[in-house]
């Protein structure tokens, strides 16, 4: 793998990007998520990340889609080496100032819909974190984490439940729509959506996907090791986590 400073990696492609909406949004983000992660990342989302995690020693891990980089700091007390991976350059300024000193963590500017900036089998875990409902396709992404982890690596997802947007659905059509969703179609509907989000202070644009669609895409490169369900108010599932093994 290449030799990564902890300075952003720019080029002149990506000095002319347009700025996307997590750019836009990102103050809004950090000022919500903070050091540590709002109420949903403390209740639901991190715990199962760290239970797929365990406790074992890994020397590389990878966060894909590290936002304001609130996990990697954790995440390096598991590692000899955690690699931040976001779309957004505020996002990893925001990350580089948490980091500041942590000669274990590397941030890389980089698109999770293309090749990966990573070697063939040098990864041991890849964290997807909240960040697969927001790319276009996941078939690029999916591919690049089989080329990318060792033999027996990890890859770790966490999303919006699908059945989230179906409880929306519904509501919907019986006359009582969710303010959350500006928009709700089908559950087996895959296409891009806005909601009301970053606790009501952004429209933000996200793909809605069936579970079978996350299931199907990475289960033709990975094996599929467990699924979670959690929930906020015990009737509704609010986030999906799922892990995955690569075994060849």
Known sequence: MKSISNQVLTSALLT??????????????ERGIGQGGDTLHDNLIDPLIFKYLGNKKYQTIVDAGCGNGYLLKRLSGLADLVIGLDYSIKLLETAKRKISGNRKIKLIQTDLTKQLPLEKASVDVIIANMSLQYLPSLKVFAEECQRTLKKNGLLIVTVDHPGHFLFSRAQELAGKKDPHFI???????????KKNSLWG????????????????VFSRYLRLIEVDENSQDGETPRILGLLFEKNG
């Open 16 to 29: 002319n990007m347009v700025k996307n909406q997590w750019d836009r949004y990102a103050y809004i983000y």
């Open 183 to 193: 928009e709700a179609d089908s559950y087996f509907s895959e296409r891009k959506f």
């Open 201 to 216: 202070q952004a429209v933000l644009e996200y793909y809605h996907r069936p579970l079978k669609s996350y299931l199907n």
